[in-house]
């Protein structure tokens, strides 16, 4: 991990750049050319960086990983409710935060990638969290249902943010979102208590 401030100041000029112009076009359409400009860099001191604009890309999907990962922290099963709402609340901050970052994972032309990306990980972390309470739990068993409860949580959070006029504050969305979800899982250790 760089540590040397020029390296990440420049680093985070070329992510920003890159979340902006994705905004507008697609990734395919964006060259190291568009993207240097953008940052105000030349493209020798991008390739210093970056190998290409895929390269950037990844190593702004590992980013939003890592942190979707540490919102995630500490969701237990147990308390979905809970679980669910700190969450978001880790989530929003964090997006409320990092303007650019937001309008990347909610508005770009990527939008669909890497909300796929963000429900592979919730999918991954909630089967952690399973796993940890019922070791005995096949994964095949429980990866379709995690997979439909996480896409709708996540689905409902888009819309939240991309098309809610705040008439729905977070505290209601999380009480609806964590009783469907509740009812979900609770009905998935009940089948899997009783293999």
């Known amino acids: 991990m760089p ?8 680093r985070t000029s070329i992510k920003k750049a890159f979340m902006e112009l994705v905004e507008k076009q697609s990734i395919s359409k964006i060259s190291v050319s568009d993207l240097a400009a953008k ?3 030349n493209r020798s001191t991008f390739y210093l960086h970056y190998s290409d604009v895929a390269s950037v890309a990844a190593d702004l999907d590992k980013e939003i990983e890592e942190s979707i990962s540490e919102c995630m922290d500490d969701f237990t099963i147990s308390d979905i409710y809970a679980s ?16 650019a970052m937001k309008r990347y994972i909610i508005f770009s032309t990527n939008f669909i990638n890497v909300i796929a990306k963000i429900k ?5 972390k909630a089967s952690d969290s399973l796993i940890k309470k019922f070791p005995q739990t096949d994964v ?7 997979t439909y409860a996480v896409g709708g949580i996540i ?15 977070m ?25």
């Not at 540590?3 to 420049?10: L, M």
């Not at 505290?171 to 293999?195: A, Y």
Request: glycine share 2%; with cysteine; aromatic share 8%.
């Open 84 to 99: 669910t709402y700190l969450f978001f609340k880790k989530l929003t901050d964090r997006l409320d935060e990092n303007e």
């Open 39 to 41: 940052a105000l860099v």
């Open 140 to 146: 095949k068993q429980i990866d379709y249902p995690l």
């Open 3 to 10: 540590t040397d401030k020029r390296i990440i100041k420049t």
């Open 171 to 195: 505290d209601d969305l999380m009480k609806q979102v964590s009783s469907i979800t509740e009812h979900i899982l609770s009905q998935l250790t009940k089948n899997i208590q009783n293999e």
């Open 120 to 124: 592979q990980i919730l999918v991954r």
């Open 155 to 169: 689905d409902c959070y888009v819309k939240w943010v991309r098309f809610g006029d705040g008439s729905v504050p």
